[in-house]
């Protein structure tokens, strides 16, 4: 018996590396080289279809080329959009330039990496070190949700500029644009 487990290992490795020629085990490694193949071809699509590769190899080439963070061109698309609500001189573009401002800033900061489940849980966690204007900015929340809660709010243009002023600054302190 002790024979036997002191040649065990020479004879799986012999095993392994010349094996018995039995016809059975060519078609064993043949349907396991296609399944391989076909597990890597899986992999391949999967990564293809989601947005896994594109987070963590193009968006960085994107910001090394550009020397801009990934993303700021939508940002400023959605900006000038808000500035063409604020433009439209009407009061529920004007409430709606506001909410989609808040809804940039929220979303600014989720990308960064700031905890919360919105933008008052996210703005409590930050400071004055991070954000000079933290103080305005949770006013100008505080204007975005008496805008959603109220209807019948009534927000002048001069509010919205201030308010839209605000968000900007905030934006700007934070390099999204």
Do not use: C
């Amino acid at each position: 018996m002790p024979e036997i487990i002191k040649t065990l290992p020479q004879d799986i490795i012999a095993f392994i590396l010349n094996p018995p020629d039995y016809g059975w085990l060519v078609g064993i490694k043949v349907a396991f080289i296609i399944f391989s193949l076909f597990l890597i071809g899986l992999i391949i699509f999967t990564l293809y279809k989601t947005s896994w590769l594109k987070y963590i190899f193009l968006q960085d080439a994107a910001e090394i080329v550009t020397y801009r963070p990934f993303g700021v061109k939508k940002i400023e698309k959605d900006w000038r959009k808000i500035i063409a609500r604020l433009n439209m001189a009407s009061e529920p573009e004007q409430k709606l330039a506001v909410i989609e401002a808040d809804n940039i800033m929220n979303e600014t900061l989720k990308r960064m990496g700031f905890a919360g489940n919105s933008l008052s849980e996210r703005l409590t966690k930050l400071t004055a070190a991070t954000l000079p204007n933290i103080e305005d900015l949770q006013a100008a929340h505080k204007v975005r949700d008496k805008i959603v809660h109220d209807p019948n709010y009534n927000l002048s243009l001069e509010e919205t500029k201030n308010v839209l002023g605000i968000f900007e600054k905030a934006l700007r302190d934070l390099d999204a644009f």
